[in-house]
Structure formats: C-alpha cells, structure tokens
C-alpha cells in the first residue's frame, strides 16, 4: 500500500531541551489520517526513545483524548514519545465488525503511523507501547492480538475485547496487559455484554495466553481520596511466560473514565493515577533489549533514500572499498546479504514486506548503520 507524508507544525519549541508538541498526516488507504505528536524535553536523536500510541474513545478525538488524560506531563517526566491518532468518523474498527476483518485497516494505519514517526525521530523499537480509552483499550487489546511484531505491552482504560477479537486473536507470544476498569462503568460494563467481554474473562484469557503459572494476588489499595466515590482493588498475575504480567485496577464504583484525571465526567477515583501506573508498567516490559547486534559500534550513517522507498533503495556511503552489507527486519532477521558490496548505488527491496528495516554495512571494523521504512 502506498502511504504519502505530510508534515506541519501545531506548537513549535525552539529547542529539544523544551517539549514539541506537532501535527502530521500520511493518505493510508486513500484517506488522509492525522495525529497529534508530543516529543518530551531532552528528546536526544542519538538515544533510542520510547513511543505510546494514546487512543481515543468513541466518538472522542485525539486532541480531546490529550487534553482529558493529561499524558504529556508523566510522558515528559519518563521521557516517552506520545502520539495521539485520530480514528476515522471519531472511531476505531476494534473488532465490531462482521466479518471480522472488514472496515476499516486501523491495525495497518498504526502500523505505518510507527513507521512514519520512526523516520523523524530515534525510536525505540524495543519499546512501542499502545494505551487508550473506551474505544481506544478496544483498540489497544486489537494492537497487542494483531501487531505483536511491534506492540511491546498494552494498557487499556474502561476498555474490552469483543468476542470475535478473543476468537481471532493471531498473537504468538507473551505480552504484558494491564487494564483499568470502574465496576459502575454504564458504557463499557465491567461485566462485559452479549458481544464483548467481561474484564475477568479478559484477565483469564491472557492467562491461559501468556501461560501465567503464579498465584494471582488481589488486594485493596488505600483510599487515599475518601471524597472521590470510589476505591481500588489491585488484581496482579506476575508470573507468566517472557517475563510478563497480567493487571487488573478494579476501581469500586467507578465509571467511564480516567484515574486520576483532574476533569470530572463521572466517579473518579484519585486514589491511583492511570499516567503513572501506565509508564511503570511499560518500562517494565519492553519487547526486547534495545542493544541489539543491529544497533551497536555505530560510527556513521550510510545515507539511504528515498526514504520511506517503495521499489529501490538508493545507496551512499564515504567508505572505500569492499564491504560487507546486511539489512535487517525490526525481529534481528538478516532479509538480505551482500558479501561483496562494492560501492553499488541500489539495491531493489520491491519484494519486502512494509515496516523498518535497518541497513548495515561493515567496512575494515567499522559498522556503519541507516534505518528506512518500506512502504
């Protein structure tokens, strides 16, 4: 699929020592779709940084979803990269569909949208993360069963799987979930409803899932905010295969809404903050270990363009001589070789699959590595 870029400026800060908060679009399926980026203070384009796709709920929007969870503040204290998509018609095709797999390509637009903010900025790919409300943790538990290639961990706020989404759910490995949810939630009942699940069936399907061994622990947090009609019962599964591990914040009364958010459109708990307790539980499980054999003893860059390239990639380097030319898919797996490059300028990637692939080329000891995107 051919996707083309677009860029402009919402709120510009001078400097990365400040955050940046921006807009950009790509036409992903024929349809131009739009997103909010906020990049925190310090952002370092030699360091890895880590990305949270914030999703709204429905009929919600992405700067409404910005504005009401608050995100930008925790995201900049832990340094993460925040974008916040907009589904189209204020919605995302989380798995209400029928037949299944029809509507809307979201999987596919967040997929790119990766991809596209992967070009600009020194992402972590060990470390995408997906958090969202309502419609947007639907969408989150889609993320974690379709793009696992990507997806490190989900965090889903009054959200649910559909029945269809359990059915078809192509994930094939452990991946940590957390889930927040108001037991006086009238929108998204805790107790799920003839077509999506309840939040208890989704804390034992992943069970099963990430074939968790360990007891489950539940306990009563404090009521730190008496006042605020509602309290907290931690629900906890940490052993379970890769390291992972299964969250439940049962908030006693709570409804359709946020913990912690300082706008009020219902019972909400203060006792916890969602913010927080999302950025904890993702630092705590990223993919993989961000020092990859792809990514060290880098000395330079080899420029690579066009990039992102659909058919053929356009070499140029200031080494001299033969050299050794390897590219890489995000997995570590080799998916071409060169052992005799000698200075070509092109190499045909027509037949590879979309996403970030990085080129390294090995020259006398030295390891010169670029990333590109492949439409």
């Known amino acids: ?74 995201a900049d204290t832990a340094g993460y990269i925040v974008v916040y998509p907009n589904g189209i018609a204020n919605a995302w095709n989380s798995g209400f569909n029928v037949p299944y797999y029809s509507g809307v390509d979201d ?27 309502s419609n947007g943790g639907f969408m989150s538990y889609r993320l974690a069963c379709e793009l696992e290639n990507k997806i490190a961990a989900v965090a889903s706020v009054t959200g649910s799987m559909t029945d269809s989404m359990m059915y078809y759910c192509q994930n094939t490995r452990a991946i940590a979930v957390m889930e927040m949810h ?45 006042l605020d009609g509602a309290t907290v019962t931690k629900i ?26 300082s706008f009020n459109i219902g019972v909400t708990t203060q006792d916890i903050s969602a913010n927080s307790e999302i950025l904890r539980f993702f630092n705590n499980h990223p993919k993989c270990t961000t020092s990859t054999s792809v990514q060290e003893n880098t000395l330079q860059e080899v420029l690579v363009f066009p990039n992102p390239v659909e058919n053929t990639l356009t070499l140029q380097s ?3 001589g033969k050299s050794q030319l390897l590219i890489y898919d995000l997995t570590g797996k080799i998916v071409y070789q060169n052992e005799d490059y000698k200075n070509a300028s092109s190499i045909l990637v027509d037949t590879f ?12 000891h030295k390891n010169v590595i670029s990333k590109f995107v492949k439409k």
Not at 6 to 34: C, E, H, M, N, P
Not at 107 to 114: K, N
Not at 250 to 257: F, S
């Open 107 to 133: 999987v596919g637009f967040l997929s790119a949208l990766i991809d596209t903010i992967s070009v600009d900025y020194n992402v972590d790919a060990c470390r995408v993360f997906s958090t969202g409300m």
């Open 236 to 261: 906890h599964q940490p052993s379970c295969d890769a390291s992972t591990e299964l969250i439940t914040f049962r908030i006693n009364g709570g409804a359709h809404t946020w913990p912690g958010a």
């Open 318 to 320: 200031s080494l001299t």
């Open 1 to 74: 699929m051919k996707y083309i870029f677009t860029f402009f400026f919402f709120a510009i800060s001078v400097k990365y020592t400040a955050a940046q908060t921006t807009t950009g679009s790509f036409t992903w399926d024929g349809v131009l779709r739009d997103y909010i980026l906020h990049v925190p203070p310090g952002y370092n384009a030699s360091e890895p940084t880590p990305l949270v796709l914030n999703l709204h709920g429905y009929t919600s929007n992405a700067q409404q979803q910005q504005f009401y969870s608050g995100f930008d503040s925790d």
């Open 182 to 226: 108001g037991t006086a939630d009238n929108t998204v009942p805790y107790a799920g409803t003839t077509v999506f699940t309840s939040v208890d069936e989704n804390f034992d399907f992943w069970t099963t899932h990430n074939n968790c061994t360990g007891t489950v622990t539940t306990v009563d947090l404090l009521d730190t905010d008496p």
């Open 353 to 364: 699959s979309s996403g970030i692939y990085y080129l390294k080329m090995i020259n006398n």
